[in-house]
């Protein structure tokens, strides 16, 4: 796989997926596969499919035997809770059909979609075993629900990495719009073992990522 697909990928999105995120998504990504951390690999909250598209690309290269399952309601955001600070109910609403046209512009077939609120999809459509995370919901409910049901099926040492995750002490360049899903991620691992940690970039990137004890 040439990295240079990454520069293409940032190019045509530039809200939702500049370098820096693809960059560190392709790090955690490949870390994993290259482990043979067992499962498969899935995105909550997918939108339009342009990080999709690298994680195919990085499993197709690494471990084409693994699956990747995609999840989004296709209505946009929910209604933002009392911890949501930006956007509003409906917000980056995009259709199948335009995940689709994405996966077809790089020719690859479309994987498993999951179209739904993650509350509804996620109790009995996600894979048994996951070694690969990205959780993209921007939302406080969003994230917390995305956790409760992905963190038990994580194989030990899987990676998932959380979009919006901000923490000005550690990354003081991050981009600090949305606070649902750092709550979110501080209330689920108070009572867990692991941590989460920062990745940082050069411009305002809020990524935190964990991997799953032994
Ligand atoms: C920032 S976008 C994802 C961008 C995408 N990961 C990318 O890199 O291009 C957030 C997505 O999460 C979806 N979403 C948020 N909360 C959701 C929920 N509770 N159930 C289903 N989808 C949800 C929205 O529909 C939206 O498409």
Redesign the pocket.
């Known amino acids: 796989m040439h990295n240079d697909v990454i520069l293409r990928l940032a190019a045509d999105?530039v809200e939702?997926?500049d370098v820096d995120?693809l960059v560190n998504i392709y790090w955690a990504l490949s870390s994993v596969l290259v482990q043979q951390v067992p499962g498969d690999v899935i995105?909550?909250?997918?939108?339009?499919?342009?990080?999709?598209v690298l994680l195919q690309q990085v499993i197709n290269h690494f471990a084409p035997d693994r699956s990747l399952h995609l999840?989004?309601?296709?209505?946009?955001?929910?209604e933002p809770s009392e911890h949501d600070t930006f956007l509003h109910r409906g917000a980056?609403?995009?259709t199948v059909d335009d995940l689709r046209r994405t996966f077809e512009q790089w020719h690859l077939p479309l994987p498993q979609t999951h179209q739904?609120?993650?509350?509804q999809?996620m109790p009995d459509q996600l894979p048994d075993r996951i070694c690969f995370g990205?959780l993209?919901?921007?939302?406080y409910?969003?994230t917390l629900?995305s956790l409760e049901h992905i963190y038990p099926r994580m194989s030990p040492d899987a990676i998932l990495v959380i979009?919006d995750y901000c923490d000005l002490t550690r990354n003081p360049h991050a981009f600090s719009g949305f606070a649902g899903p750092k709550r979110a991620c501080d209330e689920f691992f108070a009572d867990k073992p692991e941590e989460i940690s920062v990745l940082v970039g050069v411009k305002d990137l809020a990524f935190g990522y964990f991997r799953k004890g032994r």
């Not at 739904?116 to 509350?119: E, I, K, N, P």
């Not at 993209?136 to 939302?139: E, F, K, L, V």
Request: overall charge negative; proline content about 3%.
């Open positions: 999105n939702m997926g995120r995105e909550a909250g997918c939108n339009e499919g342009r990080t999709s999840y989004d309601s296709f209505e946009g955001l929910p980056l609403a995009v739904g609120w993650f509350d999809t990205y993209d919901a921007d939302y409910e969003s629900v979009d």
